[in-house]
């Protein structure tokens, strides 16, 4: 069966998902992005580089290998991979240390592997709080969300994506094991704003898979094959996604695509409840997100 949920986990070369996730598509894209990619491999740093630079946007690329010394710069986004750290705790907060204000972090942690190596979740919350971090997002969102292990789950509403420790706990123990733990963090105690997919003028965009692709995905009975949390879930999509989805190309406000269902005789208030739950939905999957202003 094929299933959505290719790179819901994220990717350490796509800036959009940067943009939305640790700055909530706020952060005007042409302002210089300065980006330090630690540990893994140095093909992390060149797939970044190469995403920037054919967006024609600003910013540098960096590379540090896992146990190097840290740079003496400042970074407003880290890609941390601590899977071959022997402290991991000890090196996140040395990171953080590199970290320019406002700035965030992607941290990718092995999972748990019940016996007693990798990370569970709440391990994660632990670690990140030792270092001052806290998360904003663990990816992919709706991984993390145990309705929708259940037998019947229903439709995605929540547009906030915010990180609950129980409620991911929960999840991992109805699910049957992931591979990482993947978070975007910031400072504790910061207050991360993120623009409205609500408001008209937002220009929402896809990344993986294109809006008809997406949309082939669905089955007949309106729900979505993904793999979350090691399980094959049917998640629940409104039926008037499949004619959404592929309007989103990047280019489009919101209010566009409302005009455009309204000549589809989708009213107002209707197209509010529709895009809703789509975009909950997919954002959830990380495959809708909010494009950055310029």
Known sequence: MVHASSLTTGSAGDPREVDYWLFGALRPRSRALRVLVAGGDAARAARLTESLEAEGRPGEVGFLAADAPLPSSVYDYIDCDLSAEAEPGARLEALGGVLAPGGGIRVVMPASDGRGGGCAVGGLFDLLAAAGLAPVCLMAPLEYEPALLEADPAFCTDLDFLPDRARAGLAELLGVGRAFQVAYVRRAGEVVGRADPMDPACVPVLRGLD?????????????????????????????????????VDGRRTVGELAALLDNRGVDAAQFRQVWRITFATFAGLNQLLLQAPL
Do not use: C
Not at 230 to 242: F, H, K, N, Y
């Open 211 to 247: 809006g008809l692709g997406l949309s082939r995905l669905m089955r007949p009975d309106n729900r979505l094959p993904v793999r979350l949390a090691g399980r094959e879930v049917l998640v629940p999509v409104i039926s008037q996604a499949r004619g959404l989805l592929p309007l």
